[in-house]
Every structure is written in C-alpha cells, then in structure tokens.
C-alpha cells in the first residue's frame, strides 16, 4: 500500500515563500512520476507541477513558472514544491500524487496515488 504524506502548507504573506514535501512509504518513488495538484474552495484540482521518473522531464502550469520549483531527493524518498512569490490565488489545499508508469504529466486521471493533501493559505 503507498502511502503519501505532504507536509510543508501553512499561512503565509503575499510575496512569502513555503516549501511542500512529499514523503513516501513502503515504496520507492525513484522510477515513478511524481506531480503537485492543488484544489482552491469551489475549484477544479489542477496540475501544479510533475517531474518524470528519469527527472528528465519537468512540467510546470503557467500560473506557477518562475515562481515554483520541484525537486527530489532520492535518500530521502521525497518531492519536494518549492513555492515562492506567493500570491493570494495560490490558496488551495496542495496534493502530490504517484504516476506509476513514470512519464510525468499534469493529467489528474494518469496518477495511481494520492497523499490527504495540505493547506497552504496566502494571506496578510
């Protein structure tokens, strides 16, 4: 059973910065993809960002780019979402998910795995 748990959400000014993790157990995320979503009150979940499972492809929805980064450390089986220039719209609960087949995509029904997700609220 894969287990996902996201930490890292928070209140935060406009302009701040947080960074969200994805830890996984009882399984390796090394030969998967592994994707960000974020669903705001009243919203769709939306595609944040992915990175393949060679880290050789990385996606990036248009709202985020330049402001968000994802990264993995392999030891530490974890994805981390480094999020800054926050931005009230940027309010949502954060998820990461598991794509097993590994190719990395913003595409909510290609993920296996879902973590409970996180709060990440921008607000002064």
């Known amino acids: 059973q894969v287990q996902l748990v996201e930490s890292g959400g928070g209140l935060v000014q406009p302009g701040g910065s947080l960074r969200l993790s994805c830890a996984a157990s009882?399984?390796?995320?090394?030969?998967?993809?592994i994707g960000w979503f974020r669903q705001a009150p009243g919203k769709e979940r939306e595609g944040v960002s992915c990175?393949?499972?060679?880290?050789?492809?990385?996606y990036y929805a248009d709202s985020v780019k330049g402001r968000f980064t994802i990264s993995r450390d392999h030891a530490k089986n974890t994805v981390y979402l480094q999020m800054n220039s926050l931005k009230p719209e940027d309010t949502a609960v954060y998820y990461c998910?598991?794509?097993?087949?590994?190719?990395?995509?913003?595409?909510?029904?290609?993920?296996?795995?879902w973590g409970q997700g996180t709060q990440v609220t921008v607000s002064s």
């Open positions: 009882v399984f390796t995320l090394y030969d998967s993809a």
């Open positions: 990175v393949s499972s060679s880290d050789g492809i990385i």
């Open positions: 998910a598991v794509d097993l087949e590994g190719w990395g995509t913003l595409r909510l029904d290609e993920y296996d795995y």
